[in-house]
């Protein structure tokens, strides 16, 4: 494997460590800023959209530039992104850091899938989009607990200077290692954004959009979720995140095998049925007798982790045979649909906290993915039924 796309996963290693650690930590950034939850979880919000809305624009500007300098800088504005936030004085500072973070985040991720593919045979691109990709994985499994035992013991602040340190090891050994004069094809906003209206790709990244802000709307609050409706103390939230991250790089490699064997859309269908199973069951653990729902909600935690995070790479492998010769365009729009899932989720939890309880969000959540299948299926079922039926023979 080549060296050069563990560093490139490096950068979305730091970049996935504050995006899922954030849950944890929400109620410290709550407190320590005078904010509500709900409130604080505008601040997960506020990040998915600058980088759903950000990365197009930013790769469409940085399109024929140096590709060495371009993830370096983003790196290195990344990691001034998360000083910026572990130093931040109140809410709109940070949330004006987290701005930064996003915006730079998005042109990163974007700009090293496209990199990987340049630098990789064609016949290894897509194990180096999936290395690149894993280091978010490597993040849920490992680096958002890692992130929330470092908040625990010595606040949410110096959890930013974790991801900091992280960002600028990968700026730093990307210009050491990435060749220069590396250079990407001009394509202008309109051409990425075209590639959204390709047969089936609509509905793909509608359905990626649904299931994550499902997901979202209980991954956002899952420190709240484990202490208030579960009942557990909140020094275990960072073993929780632990088994949603253990289950999650399990789920990873599932996903692909199965995409592999049964086809990529049937595991789609079966990966977000599940996840609506596991949010909803989220919600009714809470429900349990104190000694029983502790340990059936970490059951329940490692299931979800499995089936949520095996949706990404068969949605991903779906896309691609919906429109193999535009791969790095469509993973880039699904890059974007998937933020625009978190901001929606985010937004969605913060409601159902504002006017009900802690305890809906699973519930509310499961609607979502069950809505996403719902579409896929009837989807399919018109197309089937617009295909011309073939010609008797004799």
Known sequence: M???????????????????????????????????LAQAGYLVLVFALSNAFGAPVLAALSGTADRRRILSGAAVVFASGAIWAGLSQGYFDLMAARILMALSAGLYTATAQATGVA??????????????????????????????????????RAAYAMVAVFALIAAISIWILLPAGLRGQQLSLRQRVAAAALPGVPGALLTTLLTLAGAFTVIIYLAVVTTQSIGLSSELVPAVLLTFGVGAAFGNAVG???????????????????????????????????????????VIVLMWGVTGWAFPPAQSSHLLSLAPNSAPLVLSLNASALY??????????????????????????????????????????ARRRTQPFPARLG
């Open 2 to 36: 080549d060296i050069r796309l563990v560093w490139l996963a490096v950068g979305t290693f730091a970049i996935g460590v504050e995006s899922f650690a954030i849950s944890s930590i929400l109620p410290q950034i709550a407190e320590s800023t005078g904010a509500t």
């Open 119 to 156: 630098i990789s045979s064609p016949d290894h691109r897509a194990r180096a989009i999936a290395v690149i990709v894993g280091g978010t994985t490597m993040a849920v499994a490992f680096g958002a607990p890692l992130g929330a035992l470092v908040a625990s013991f010595a606040g949410w």
């Open 256 to 298: 692909g095998q199965l995409s592999d064997r049964i086809g990529a859309r049937p595991t789609v269908i079966g990966a977000a049925l599940l996840g609506t199973l596991m949010l909803s069951a989220i919600s009714v653990v809470g429900q349990l007798p104190a000694p029983f729902a502790g340990p059936v909600f970490f």
């Open 340 to 381: 625009l899932g978190i901001a929606g989720g985010s937004l969605l939890g913060g409601l159902v906290l504002q006017y009900g309880s802690v305890d809906d969000l699973g519930w509310v959540g499961a609607l979502l993915p069950l809505l996403a299948v719902s579409g896929v299926l009837l989807n399919g079922a």
